[in-house]
């Protein structure tokens, strides 16, 4: 049944841009220490989308972007990235990865982060200041990232994802102590690069980012609760508050005799 | 190629570091200095005896200094997620760990040029060999205690843990390498575990250098042994350095 789910959103992506799935995913389990953080995930995703990958905190939202990234150990089930096996060296040029706390050098400055993850991505150094543009911190350039505010240090960490112009964005909590109007425009930002034919995975656990994405994978204690649309999301559970919609399918999983959710087709997956 | 260029790209971001925390670059270069003038008047009235222990002891530092720089630098890399990150990216382990052994290797070279300067020009350390093999040895087993430091990394996960396999690595070498009593004259067990340990080697090394004008196969010998227990200690550290973890 797991299966038909895989099928049908792969045969939309098929018609929709006839490549393979940006990401495919099949039973994929994880172990941690004798407890299955990943508990049989499966789903495919297309590309030049944007995928907020939704839920409460310790649902394997991390576990499952390190998997995809390849720095996950022991990891079973059938899981391809941009149609190879995560983590080979062929993807890494290809794959930007933001872990949740911003992994960039605090005793560093922004702009001697950015040009060492360039050089050891092969990045031309011509791209830096584009990319400092598009994150908002050309005039921080010079500053060193543990005298930057929370956010501004998020930024940094997102600018060194970006590098090199990779095919797959995974983000872990890319917008977390940002304010609105930063929060928007990176939104914008994952939307243009989307419609440039990347793909990106970004996690939040604030519900109320969910509408910026194309597609919303909702997880649960390791396993994908829901994965469509925002809109069918919402319609489905009634509502039109994607919280509560996401309550509303969090009743109806854990109801006693009830099908699993995860029997359930999107509807819409690709409109 | 990219090997190359990632290695240097590496070396270059840890000078950076290294030279945006002048307070470490300050203790790694002057408490060598500080305690070898100490070592000197400790010996006032025994200025032989400074001869005999003040070469071998020059070893020292550089082993300590770059056991603890280098296995919290790395480590550091790992808890603070930048290590899982540059896993993700091109870079090649043995690339991140040739540009670490480059920045240190540096940092350790120029404490051996000014802690041994100061010990034969001003403290009137007198050693019969050549002064520049003196600093040879110091910067060999300065990249041992580098590559011992990045293999003590694999197993701690804590700045506290591996802080804590300083006296577990260091202090045995130190006991064990003829400082206090010359390895020919330790029971059985002990010469046997001291033949084991690196330390040793440089110290036999700078005996050599002490005692005769010549540099002789066996001080090449020596030095063979030390560069090859870092060469494998750095190899060892990339071995451990897993892609992948739970």
Known sequence: MIGRRVDSLAVQVELETAEPPAVAAEDVRVRRGGVEVLRGVSFALGTGRVVGLLGPSGCGKTTLMRALVGVQARVSGRLGVLGKPPGVPALRRQVGYMTQAPSVYADLTVRQNLTYFAAVRGVPHAELDGLLAKVDLGAEAHRRVDAL??????????????????????????????????????????????????????????????????????????????????????????????????????????????????????????? | ??????????????????????????????????????????????????DAVGAPLLTVFPLATMFVVSSVALLRERTTGTLERLLTTPLSRLALLGGYALAFALLATLQAVLVSALALAVLGLSVAGPTAMVVVVCVAVAILGMGLGLLASAFAQTEFQVVQFFPAAIYPQMLLAGLLVPRQRMVGVLHAISDAMPLSYAVDAMHHLGRQTEVAGALWGDLAVVVAFAVASVALSAVTLRRRTA
């Open chain 2, 1 to 50: 190629m990219i090997t190359i260029r990632q290695t240097l790209a590496t070396t270059r971001r840890v000078l950076s570091q290294l030279r945006h925390d002048p307070r470490t670059i300050a203790l790694v270069l002057v408490v060598p200095c500080v305690l070898m003038t100490t070592l000197r008047f400790v010996y006032q009235h025994k200025l032989r005896a400074f």
């Open chain 1, 149 to 271: 505010s929370g956010g501004q240090r998020a930024r940094v960490s997102l600018a060194c994802a970006l590098l090199g112009e990779p095919r797959l964005l995974v983000l872990d909590e890319p917008t977390v102590g940002l304010d609105p109007v930063l929060r928007k425009r990176l939104w914008g930002l994952f939307g243009e690069l989307a419609a440039g034919g990347v793909t990106l995975i970004v996690s939040s656990h604030v519900m109320d980012e969910a509408r910026h994405c194309d597609e919303l994978l909702l997880m649960r204690e390791g396993r994908v609760l829901a994965h469509d649309t925002p809109g069918a999301l919402a319609a489905r559970a009634g509502s039109h508050d994607l919280e509560d919609a996401f309550l509303a399918l969090i009743e109806s999983s854990s109801m006693p005799g009830a099908s699993s959710v995860e029997d359930e087709s999107p509807r819409d997956a690709g409109a």
